[in-house]
């Protein structure tokens, strides 16, 4: 008998919004298409991440099959895993979740209908998905080399190619002000401490939103969305309680509904402030007293 999907979730509710509470990431699919059920369109993601979270679904169980020899056609084996999954079928969800690795999930649930697109807030790619101006540059630095490259530096706004699976990482350049060059560890701090602040959400929704009007979509939060937040992306309890959450605050209140990962032993291998450890459990806590205030 399949696993019924309320048994990956923790279900709360908050002032009639919908929270899902899931332990790895990747069982956030569950939740997903829960809420996809209950709409007659896939909705958008907006995820609060460490991590970027775009690897493509099913690339490790597809290479773990293939280097033991149990499939021939890597890929081939891993698209057909994909084409399987059917969000109105709670057998292939299960499935589907105890064959996804880290960071595979939002693939999964943007090629399988659960989701359209989906934006990633996140700390571990300043580059993030690439502009076209961006990739001609780089490409001018390369094939000019050692001379200097005859496409001019990018400057925003600039444009981007719908992605083929619809997935974004939103660029970012450091925490707002920062005027270090180069970058370093002390940049690193503050950012991530200023990860939900007004200043610095205002500026990942204004780049999300030069990628979303690259096809149709006026702004990030233009179009009904789930707001999920992965608890390693806080990395001191300064970030957790920001001065500013007002636009924090708005995602909450405008989200159709929300997720959050705890992912435990990932909160305590991204915590820079050593002498003052918060769990995930904690953490969760003030998140979920954030989401009480903002509605």
């Known amino acids: 008998m399949a696993m019924p999907l309320n048994t990956f979730v923790k279900h709360l509710s908050a002032k009639g919004k919908d929270i899902y509470v899931v332990d790895d990431h990747h069982k956030a699919l569950a939740a997903w298409v829960l809420v996809r059920r209950s709409l007659d369109f896939a909705p958008n993601l907006i995820t609060i991440d460490h991590h970027t979270d775009t690897h493509e679904a099913f690339l490790g169980y597809a290479h773990c099959e293939a280097y033991e020899g149990r499939v021939e056609g890597q890929e081939e084996f891993r698209v057909g895993l994909v084409a399987r999954i059917d969000w109105r079928n709670d057998a292939s969800i299960a499935e589907a979740i105890g064959n996804l690795?880290?960071?595979?999930?939002?693939?999964?649930?943007?090629?399988?209908?659960?989701?359209?697109?989906?934006?990633?807030?996140?700390?571990?790619?300043?580059?993030?998905?690439?502009?076209?101006?961006?990739?001609?540059?780089?490409?001018?630095?390369?094939?000019?080399?050692?001379?200097?490259?005859i496409v001019p530096k990018p400057r925003r706004p600039m444009t981007y190619d719908p992605a083929p699976n619809r997935v974004y990482a939103l660029p970012f350049d450091c925490f707002i002000g920062c005027q270090a060059r180069p970058h370093n560890?002390?940049?690193?701090?503050?950012?991530?401490?200023?990860?939900?602040?007004?200043?610095?959400?205002?500026?990942?929704?204004?780049?999300?939103?030069e990628i979303s009007r690259c096809f149709g979509l006026p702004g990030l939060e233009a179009a009904p969305y789930i707001l999920d937040i992965d608890l390693d992306a806080f990395h001191s309890r300064r970030a957790i309680n920001p001065e500013d959450p007002s636009t924090f605050y708005r995602l909450i209140k405008n989200a159709l509904a929300i997720t959050i990962a705890t992912e435990t032993e990932c909160v305590e291998a991204e915590w820079l402030d050593d002498e003052d450890q918060m769990k995930s459990d904690e953490l969760l806590q003030e998140l979920l007293g954030h989401i009480n205030k903002a509605l």
């Open 185 to 209: 560890d002390d940049c690193l701090v503050q950012q991530s401490d200023e990860i939900i602040e007004a200043r610095y959400l205002d500026d990942q929704i204004a780049r999300g939103s």
């Open 101 to 149: 690795r880290h960071d595979e999930h939002i693939d999964a649930a943007t090629c399988s209908g659960v989701l359209d697109n989906a934006f990633c807030i996140q700390l571990s790619d300043s580059e993030g998905t690439l502009a076209v101006e961006q990739l001609a540059f780089e490409a001018s630095m390369r094939e000019n080399w050692p001379n200097p490259p």
